[in-house]
């Protein structure tokens, strides 16, 4: 096995902006794969519009029950408007309770079906990483199975160092250390699972620890902590805004356009291929 590293766009589906930063991230530049939110508002574009452009795209499921309203009746999930209103620490706590997760399943499998009756898929993870809390990870790979969708997303991520003083002293990056001991203790627990359903995926995740914060560079230093052969996948929210749209919005870190930025940089092209990569997609590695 070779290093192999996947560019995935999660919120594929949220809006417009991210619709436009995977058509354009695809056929013009870095990404390979992209993540839909089936309760996503612009889901119909996705599907209508920016899939049938870009062929070669890995679509996948972006498990969601933490933002927006639920496709089904789940009312421990959510308020009286079916508005997700759970945290990721309240999640934890009602993985525990077996009508919780009966309704997380339906919900989920709402959300599984009216993504793969619309396109293929190839590849199923989270919105916030809520299917790594190891209770929901085992019906995940439970569904992923029975669907046959063969990868994954686990979340383990090798801290490594950027060299940047304004990613490290500011209010996001302490918070992402705490995220990382988290994720990388649930991915331990859940490995075992997915050997359990003979599920492909990622060796290492990139963009928890600079989660608010990527650019070019986390993803070049989260390459290069890598030594070894392995699986990479690094996660990002790309938003592409055009020209009427700049004219009156100034792009922040917030904003996620500088994670387009990121599909459309030819030196970190450079980057992956001297740090001994190959950019492949979910669907490429589910078919070895």
Known sequence: MKKKFILNADDFGMSEYYNNAVLDGKNNGLLTSASLC?????????????????PDLSVGI??????????????MLTDKDRNFNNGY?????????????KQVEIEFRAQIEKIMNRTNVDHIDSHVHTHAIPNIFRLTAKLAD???IPYIRTQYEKPYITPSIKKH???KYPPNILKIILLNTFTILNRSVVKKYDLKTNDYLIGVGYTGMMDSKTIKYGLKSLRKECVAEALIHPCKYDNTDTLTFTPTPDSHHFEYLITQDDELRNNIAELGFNLVNHSSLSEE
Do not use: R, V, W
């Not at 089936?38 to 870009?54: K, R, S």
């Not at 969601?64 to 789940?74: P, Q």
């Not at 620490?89 to 997760?101: A, H, R, T």
């Open 169 to 171: 002293f500011n209010t």
């Open 62 to 75: 972006h498990l969601n029950i933490i933002e927006g309203k639920s496709l089904t009746e789940c009312p």
């Open 38 to 54: 089936a309760n996503g508002d612009c889901f119909e574009q996705a599907i209508n519009e920016i899939i049938p452009q870009c």
């Open 146 to 148: 029975e669907y046959g």
């Open 89 to 101: 620490i309240s999640l934890i706590l009602k993985s525990f309770n077996k009508e919780f997760m």
